[in-house]
């Protein structure tokens, strides 16, 4: 692959803006300005460049995992609230990275990432039936009933099948551990409710195999490796 093209399927711009940022010595590989658009950069082992002095590594596709902040919504366009994708750098956008499913603009948590399309339909689609773990913080304590409620279904209003946790259990008086299978619209907030209590914080925790790193700060992301990806791609619950 040519330095243009490498630069230009990572998110630096146009082809031309890509042509610039070589022309003008802004790019790096291997330690030395490399100035010619047209060098030849031999994708094994993934290559290393910077621009502007930033690392980067060579990527042929995106997989994020950002910790979501409260007061973000999961929306390019978004309505009332600031859009995780200004948490992201520019290179990241413009390679059409999208949310893999949506969080609620209050919740907060696990959010991931991709600018594999078929990634995306897979981990989004009702058939793939992905663990998801919620930890909700409720208004009310959380009694055993409750529990049973959610294991054996509640039917959600305008639903004609009982939505049902894969488990149910409480973490604390008033933290709730929930794993669900499905993607419906307030679907952690509308079980609850059903079960009859109300979530007042709701934080996700995991998908599939794959827990929120401890150490991405609020606000941060971080690309997923294949051992990241792996973790994902295991449904077991525990
Ligand atoms: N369920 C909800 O109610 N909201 C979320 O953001 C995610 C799951």
Not at 6 to 26: I, P
Not at 80 to 104: A, C, N, Y
Not at 110 to 130: C, E, N, Q, Y
Not at 195 to 206: D, P, Q, S, Y
Request: charged share 25%.
């Amino acid at each position: 692959m040519d330095l243009e093209t490498l630069l230009f399927s990572q998110g630096f711009g146009s082809r031309r803006q890509c042509r610039g940022l070589v022309a003008e010595g802004r790019v790096c590989i291997g330690g030395d300005v490399c100035a010619d658009p047209h060098a030849r950069i031999s994708l094994t082992p993934s290559p290393e460049f910077k621009v502007d002095g930033h690392a980067w590594t060579y990527r042929e596709k995106a997989y994020i995992a950002l910790n979501k902040p409260p007061g973000y919504e999961c929306s390019r366009d978004p309505q009332h609230h600031l859009s995780i994708f200004h948490l992201l750098p520019p290179q990241l956008i413009e390679r059409g990275v999208q949310p893999v499913g949506r969080l609620d603009q209050d919740t907060t948590g696990l959010l991931l990432l991709s600018d594999d399309g078929a990634f995306v339909h897979a981990f989004t689609s009702p058939k793939r039936k992905v663990p998801k773990l919620y930890l909700a913080t409720t208004r009310h304590p959380i009694d055993d009933a409750q529990l049973a409620r959610l294991v054996e279904g509640v039917l959600l209003h305008g639903e004609t099948k009982p939505s049902a946790a894969l488990a149910a259990t409480r973490r604390d008086e008033h933290l709730l551990e929930l794993t669900v299978q499905e993607g419906k619209y307030h679907q952690v907030k509308r079980m609850v409710a059903a079960a009859g209590n109300r979530v007042e914080k709701l934080h996700r925790e995991r998908v599939g195999g794959y827990a929120l790193p401890e150490s991405l700060a609020e606000g941060a992301w971080r690309w997923l490796d294949e051992t990241d990806l792996a973790a994902l791609r295991d449904s077991r619950t525990s």
